[in-house]
Protein backbone atom coordinates (compact mmCIF):
# COMPACT_ATOMS: atom_id res chain seq x y z
CA UNK A 1 0.00 0.00 0.00
CA UNK A 2 2.66 2.37 1.08
CA UNK A 3 4.68 1.44 -2.77
CA UNK A 4 0.79 2.30 -4.28
CA UNK A 5 0.73 5.29 -2.43
CA UNK A 6 4.36 6.69 -3.58
CA UNK A 7 3.66 6.12 -7.29
CA UNK A 8 -0.30 7.74 -6.96
CA UNK A 9 1.89 10.87 -5.10
CA UNK A 10 4.48 10.59 -8.11
CA UNK A 11 2.22 10.66 -11.13
CA UNK A 12 -0.15 13.53 -9.48
CA UNK A 13 2.86 15.16 -9.06
CA UNK A 14 3.77 14.48 -12.73
CA UNK A 15 0.79 15.53 -14.17
CA UNK A 16 0.65 18.44 -12.27
CA UNK A 17 4.01 19.40 -13.24
CA UNK A 18 2.95 18.63 -17.06
CA UNK A 19 -0.46 21.14 -16.69
CA UNK A 20 1.89 24.04 -15.13
CA UNK A 21 3.99 23.42 -18.11
CA UNK A 22 1.74 23.91 -20.57
CA UNK A 23 0.10 26.45 -18.88
CA UNK A 24 2.88 28.47 -19.18
CA UNK A 25 4.44 27.48 -22.25
CA UNK A 26 0.90 26.93 -24.04
CA UNK A 27 2.61 29.79 -26.63
CA UNK A 28 5.09 27.54 -27.99
CA UNK A 29 2.56 24.82 -28.63
CA UNK A 30 0.48 27.58 -30.72
CA UNK A 31 3.30 29.47 -32.61
CA UNK A 32 5.77 27.77 -34.97
CA UNK A 33 7.42 31.10 -36.41
CA UNK A 34 10.21 31.17 -38.88
CA UNK A 35 12.58 34.13 -39.22
CA UNK A 36 14.51 32.96 -42.38
CA UNK A 37 12.95 34.24 -45.61
CA UNK A 38 13.38 31.70 -48.44
CA UNK A 39 11.46 32.93 -51.17
CA UNK A 40 10.94 36.50 -52.96
CA UNK A 41 8.11 36.60 -55.36
CA UNK A 42 10.38 37.85 -57.90
CA UNK A 43 12.10 34.48 -58.27
CA UNK A 44 8.77 33.36 -60.09
CA UNK A 45 8.85 36.53 -62.06
CA UNK A 46 6.31 38.29 -59.76
CA UNK A 47 6.58 42.13 -59.45
CA UNK A 48 6.05 43.06 -56.00
CA UNK A 49 6.36 46.21 -53.40
CA UNK A 50 8.44 45.39 -50.16
CA UNK A 51 5.88 46.94 -47.56
CA UNK A 52 6.77 48.06 -44.02
CA UNK A 53 3.74 49.21 -41.36
CA UNK A 54 3.82 50.17 -38.32
CA UNK A 55 1.59 48.65 -35.39
CA UNK A 56 -0.68 51.16 -33.15
CA UNK A 57 1.75 49.32 -30.37
CA UNK A 58 5.19 50.29 -32.43
CA UNK A 59 5.95 46.82 -33.82
CA UNK A 60 7.13 46.87 -37.28
CA UNK A 61 5.66 43.96 -39.68
CA UNK A 62 7.08 42.87 -42.91
CA UNK A 63 5.32 41.89 -46.16
CA UNK A 64 5.08 41.75 -50.33
CA UNK A 65 2.29 44.13 -51.97
CA UNK A 66 1.75 41.83 -55.50
CA UNK A 67 -0.12 43.46 -57.93
CA UNK A 68 -2.04 41.76 -60.33
CA UNK A 69 -0.57 41.61 -63.95
CA UNK A 70 -4.00 43.63 -65.10
CA UNK A 71 -6.82 45.37 -64.22
CA UNK A 72 -7.24 43.61 -60.62
CA UNK A 73 -10.69 42.44 -59.98
CA UNK A 74 -9.80 42.92 -56.21
CA UNK A 75 -7.02 43.02 -53.01
CA UNK A 76 -6.24 39.86 -51.13
CA UNK A 77 -5.31 40.25 -47.88
CA UNK A 78 -3.39 37.41 -46.53
CA UNK A 79 -3.42 35.90 -43.38
CA UNK A 80 -1.01 32.66 -43.38
CA UNK A 81 -1.07 29.96 -40.47
CA UNK A 82 0.71 29.32 -37.55
CA UNK A 83 3.55 27.89 -38.79
CA UNK A 84 6.85 29.57 -41.38
CA UNK A 85 6.46 32.85 -42.75
CA UNK A 86 5.51 34.60 -45.71
CA UNK A 87 8.13 32.97 -47.96
CA UNK A 88 6.60 29.82 -47.43
CA UNK A 89 3.09 30.65 -49.08
CA UNK A 90 4.54 30.83 -52.94
CA UNK A 91 2.01 28.69 -54.06
CA UNK A 92 -1.11 30.92 -52.78
CA UNK A 93 0.98 33.94 -54.49
CA UNK A 94 0.88 32.29 -57.79
CA UNK A 95 -2.63 31.51 -57.39
CA UNK A 96 -4.30 34.37 -56.72
CA UNK A 97 -1.95 36.26 -59.55
CA UNK A 98 -3.01 33.72 -61.86
CA UNK A 99 -6.53 34.68 -61.16
CA UNK A 100 -6.35 38.35 -61.12
CA UNK A 101 -6.05 39.57 -57.82
CA UNK A 102 -3.50 42.12 -56.17
CA UNK A 103 -2.42 39.93 -53.01
CA UNK A 104 -1.13 41.53 -49.40
CA UNK A 105 0.73 39.28 -47.70
CA UNK A 106 2.57 40.01 -44.30
CA UNK A 107 4.11 38.18 -41.21
CA UNK A 108 2.85 38.67 -37.83
CA UNK A 109 4.94 40.08 -35.38
CA UNK A 110 7.78 37.51 -34.47
CA UNK A 111 7.46 35.97 -38.14
CA UNK A 112 9.85 36.28 -40.65
CA UNK A 113 11.68 40.16 -40.61
CA UNK A 114 8.06 41.86 -38.39
CA UNK A 115 9.53 42.71 -34.89
CA UNK A 116 8.35 41.33 -31.60
CA UNK A 117 6.89 38.03 -30.32
CA UNK A 118 3.67 36.18 -31.22
CA UNK A 119 0.16 36.70 -29.48
CA UNK A 120 -3.14 36.57 -29.77
CA UNK A 121 -4.01 40.33 -29.34
CA UNK A 122 -1.10 41.04 -30.93
CA UNK A 123 -1.85 39.21 -34.25
CA UNK A 124 -5.32 41.12 -34.18
CA UNK A 125 -3.24 44.33 -33.92
CA UNK A 126 -1.19 43.40 -36.97
CA UNK A 127 -4.56 42.54 -38.51
CA UNK A 128 -5.73 45.69 -38.15
CA UNK A 129 -2.40 47.40 -39.27
CA UNK A 130 -2.73 45.57 -42.38
CA UNK A 131 -5.97 46.76 -43.24
CA UNK A 132 -5.16 50.21 -42.52
CA UNK A 133 -2.40 49.85 -45.33
CA UNK A 134 -4.69 48.75 -47.59
CA UNK A 135 -7.68 50.67 -47.46
CA UNK A 136 -5.81 54.19 -46.44
CA UNK A 137 -1.86 53.89 -47.87
CA UNK A 138 -3.38 52.33 -50.84
CA UNK A 139 -6.64 54.25 -51.02
CA UNK A 140 -8.39 50.70 -51.69
CA UNK A 141 -12.22 50.23 -51.23
CA UNK A 142 -13.14 47.86 -48.38
CA UNK A 143 -15.81 46.28 -50.67
CA UNK A 144 -12.93 45.46 -52.75
CA UNK A 145 -10.65 43.30 -50.14
CA UNK A 146 -10.43 39.84 -49.67
CA UNK A 147 -10.03 38.86 -46.53
CA UNK A 148 -8.38 35.20 -46.46
CA UNK A 149 -7.30 32.88 -43.43
CA UNK A 150 -5.72 29.63 -43.49
CA UNK A 151 -5.84 27.88 -40.48
CA UNK A 152 -4.80 30.08 -37.68
CA UNK A 153 -5.23 32.88 -39.70
CA UNK A 154 -8.49 32.28 -40.73
CA UNK A 155 -9.47 33.19 -36.94
CA UNK A 156 -7.50 36.37 -37.14
CA UNK A 157 -9.43 37.49 -40.26
CA UNK A 158 -12.93 36.59 -38.88
CA UNK A 159 -11.86 38.90 -36.39
CA UNK A 160 -11.07 41.25 -38.78
CA UNK A 161 -13.81 40.30 -40.74
CA UNK A 162 -16.34 41.05 -37.96
CA UNK A 163 -14.55 45.00 -37.16
CA UNK A 164 -15.02 45.85 -40.94
CA UNK A 165 -16.88 45.93 -43.84
CA UNK A 166 -14.78 43.50 -46.69
CA UNK A 167 -15.95 42.34 -49.96
CA UNK A 168 -15.45 38.63 -48.82
CA UNK A 169 -14.27 36.34 -46.22
CA UNK A 170 -12.37 32.80 -47.42
CA UNK A 171 -11.67 30.49 -44.19
CA UNK A 172 -9.38 27.74 -45.27
CA UNK A 173 -8.88 24.77 -43.03
CA UNK A 174 -9.68 26.83 -40.10
CA UNK A 175 -10.79 25.57 -36.60
CA UNK A 176 -14.04 27.17 -34.17
CA UNK A 177 -11.84 28.17 -31.36
CA UNK A 178 -8.50 26.92 -29.69
CA UNK A 179 -10.04 25.55 -26.45
CA UNK A 180 -12.04 23.76 -29.22
CA UNK A 181 -9.69 22.17 -30.93
CA UNK A 182 -6.87 21.56 -27.91
CA UNK A 183 -9.65 19.96 -26.48
CA UNK A 184 -9.47 16.88 -29.21
CA UNK A 185 -5.76 17.24 -29.52
CA UNK A 186 -5.17 16.85 -25.90
CA UNK A 187 -7.92 15.02 -24.52
CA UNK A 188 -6.17 13.98 -21.09
CA UNK A 189 -5.79 17.67 -20.11
CA UNK A 190 -8.22 20.14 -18.59
CA UNK A 191 -7.90 22.36 -21.85
CA UNK A 192 -10.98 24.47 -21.35
CA UNK A 193 -9.71 25.51 -18.05
CA UNK A 194 -6.12 25.73 -18.94
CA UNK A 195 -6.09 28.02 -22.43
CA UNK A 196 -4.99 31.12 -22.67
CA UNK A 197 -5.72 31.61 -26.11
CA UNK A 198 -9.17 31.39 -27.74
CA UNK A 199 -8.93 32.79 -31.11
CA UNK A 200 -12.91 32.17 -31.13
CA UNK A 201 -13.28 31.79 -34.77
CA UNK A 202 -17.18 30.41 -35.12
CA UNK A 203 -17.77 33.43 -32.47
CA UNK A 204 -16.33 36.36 -34.38
CA UNK A 205 -18.00 34.99 -37.65
CA UNK A 206 -21.69 35.49 -36.08
CA UNK A 207 -20.90 39.33 -36.49
CA UNK A 208 -19.59 39.06 -39.95
CA UNK A 209 -22.10 39.97 -42.88
CA UNK A 210 -19.81 39.75 -45.55
CA UNK A 211 -20.31 36.62 -48.40
CA UNK A 212 -18.41 33.96 -46.56
CA UNK A 213 -16.38 30.74 -48.34
CA UNK A 214 -15.42 27.85 -46.18
CA UNK A 215 -13.06 25.41 -47.77
CA UNK A 216 -12.38 21.99 -45.73
CA UNK A 217 -10.90 18.60 -46.36
CA UNK A 218 -12.28 15.31 -44.57
CA UNK A 219 -8.68 13.97 -44.28
CA UNK A 220 -7.70 17.19 -42.23
CA UNK A 221 -5.74 15.21 -39.95
CA UNK A 222 -5.69 18.78 -37.49
CA UNK A 223 -8.17 20.27 -37.45
CA UNK A 224 -11.20 18.12 -38.15
CA UNK A 225 -13.92 17.96 -40.80
CA UNK A 226 -16.45 19.41 -38.84
CA UNK A 227 -14.72 22.37 -37.19
CA UNK A 228 -15.26 23.65 -41.08
CA UNK A 229 -18.77 22.48 -41.23
CA UNK A 230 -19.49 24.45 -38.25
CA UNK A 231 -18.19 27.68 -39.12
CA UNK A 232 -20.71 27.09 -42.66
CA UNK A 233 -23.35 27.27 -40.54
CA UNK A 234 -23.11 30.08 -38.35
CA UNK A 235 -22.22 31.73 -41.80
CA UNK A 236 -24.53 34.04 -42.94
CA UNK A 237 -25.95 34.17 -46.71
CA UNK A 238 -24.56 34.04 -49.12
CA UNK A 239 -22.07 31.51 -48.83
CA UNK A 240 -20.16 28.38 -50.03
CA UNK A 241 -18.32 25.19 -48.59
CA UNK A 242 -15.71 23.54 -50.96
CA UNK A 243 -14.64 20.24 -50.08
CA UNK A 244 -10.87 19.51 -50.42
CA UNK A 245 -9.43 16.36 -50.16
CA UNK A 246 -5.59 15.69 -48.43
CA UNK A 247 -4.30 16.26 -44.89
CA UNK A 248 -4.12 19.83 -43.28
CA UNK A 249 -1.12 20.60 -45.35
CA UNK A 250 -1.69 19.29 -47.98
CA UNK A 251 -5.41 19.80 -49.36
CA UNK A 252 -4.58 23.90 -50.05
CA UNK A 253 -7.37 25.54 -52.62
CA UNK A 254 -4.30 26.04 -55.07
CA UNK A 255 -3.78 22.30 -55.32
CA UNK A 256 -6.50 21.49 -57.99
CA UNK A 257 -7.62 23.60 -61.03
CA UNK A 258 -11.46 23.16 -60.24
CA UNK A 259 -11.09 24.29 -56.36
CA UNK A 260 -9.14 27.45 -57.28
CA UNK A 261 -11.59 28.42 -60.02
CA UNK A 262 -14.38 27.83 -57.34
CA UNK A 263 -12.76 30.23 -55.31
CA UNK A 264 -12.77 32.81 -58.16
CA UNK A 265 -15.71 32.48 -59.38
CA UNK A 266 -17.44 33.13 -55.79
CA UNK A 267 -15.24 36.27 -55.02
CA UNK A 268 -15.95 37.76 -58.45
CA UNK A 269 -19.28 37.05 -58.22
CA UNK A 270 -19.58 38.64 -54.33
CA UNK A 271 -17.19 42.02 -55.38
CA UNK A 272 -18.99 41.51 -58.63
CA UNK A 273 -22.66 42.70 -56.61
CA UNK A 274 -20.95 44.93 -54.02
CA UNK A 275 -19.10 46.87 -56.88
CA UNK A 276 -23.12 47.31 -58.50
CA UNK A 277 -24.43 47.85 -55.01
CA UNK A 278 -21.79 50.99 -54.70
CA UNK A 279 -22.85 52.79 -57.68
Known amino acids: MRMLLKLVIFMAAGYAALLLLVFFAQSYLIYFPQRNITFTPDREGLAYEPVTIATADKETLHGWFVPAPSAAKGTILFFHGNAGNISHRRDYLLTFYRLGYNTFIFDYRGYGRSSGSPSETGTY ?35 LAAKQ ?14 PDLASELY ?36 VP ?26 GFIFSRKEWAMALDDFISTRLGEAGRLSQ
Open 165 to 178: KPGTLVLASVFISV
Open 225 to 250: FWHGQALFQVAAEPKLFLTLQGGHNE
Open 125 to 159: QDASAAWQYLTEIKAIPPSRIVLFGESLGGAVAAW
Open 187 to 222: PFLPVRLLSRFQYNTIDYLQSVTCPVLVAHSPQDEI
